[in-house]
């Protein structure tokens, strides 16, 4: 499962993410986010400790 940063670089086109990403199906690795982590990687303020 990806963290939010993980995310974010592979929304910003990231080419080391993007590669991770496209071989998972290969290694029979899922890829799996939460609800969270996607508002998360769109923006980083959410989810912060005040």
């Given at each position: 499962?990806?963290?939010?940063?993980?995310?974010?670089?592979?929304?910003?086109?990231d080419g080391g993410m993007m590669a991770l990403i496209k071989a998972a199906p290969d290694r029979d690795v899922e890829i799996v986010t939460s609800a969270l982590t996607t508002i998360q990687a769109w923006d980083p303020q959410v989810g912060r400790a005040a």
């Open positions: 499962m990806p963290d939010a940063e993980a995310l974010s670089m592979a929304v910003r086109g």
